[in-house]
């Protein structure tokens, strides 16, 4: 059985998109250029507002498929969830190629991070009025 997830955010001007080890989703509408790991602002959902069906999931899940689309075009990895995530952050997601868990951390051992998102993406991510979707999947 596979449970899913989704998270819908907007673009902003400020977003870079470098961050060589994590990407970020943030309900925060305000983004700085020192933000080089956000990819979207406005999120409709941040760790803690994940159905917690989910997150059980996501703490036994050994991969996690994520996938982005942004205006039709589709960057898709995985990431590892882990029994250490305690998933309980209010404003953000992250996703990680490290290990590290802290209430932020959405998924760890990630096989892509901001800066590995297709430029074409983070273009469109820049402009006004871009949104995004986010779709989590972890198969139990």
Request: hydrophobic share 40%; net charge positive; with cysteine.
């Amino acid at each position: 059985m596979r449970i899913y997830e989704r998270i819908t955010f907007s673009g902003h001007k400020n977003i870079n998109a470098t961050h060589k080890t994590t990407f970020e989703i943030t309900k925060s509408l305000h983004l700085t250029h020192r933000g080089d790991c956000i990819i979207g602002v406005g999120a409709d959902k941040a760790c803690i507002d994940l159905d917690q069906r989910f997150k059980d999931a996501l703490r036994r899940a050994s991969l996690v498929n994520l996938t982005l689309t942004v205006s039709g075009l589709v960057f898709r990895f995985s990431a590892k969830g882990s029994p250490n995530l305690t998933l309980t952050h209010e404003e953000d997601v992250v996703v990680r190629r490290s290990g590290y868990v802290c209430p932020r951390t959405l998924a760890i051992r990630a096989d892509a991070a901001a800066a590995d998102i297709p430029r074409e993406i983070i273009r469109v991510l820049k402009s006004e009025g871009s949104k995004g979707l986010l779709v989590l999947e972890v198969e139990v």
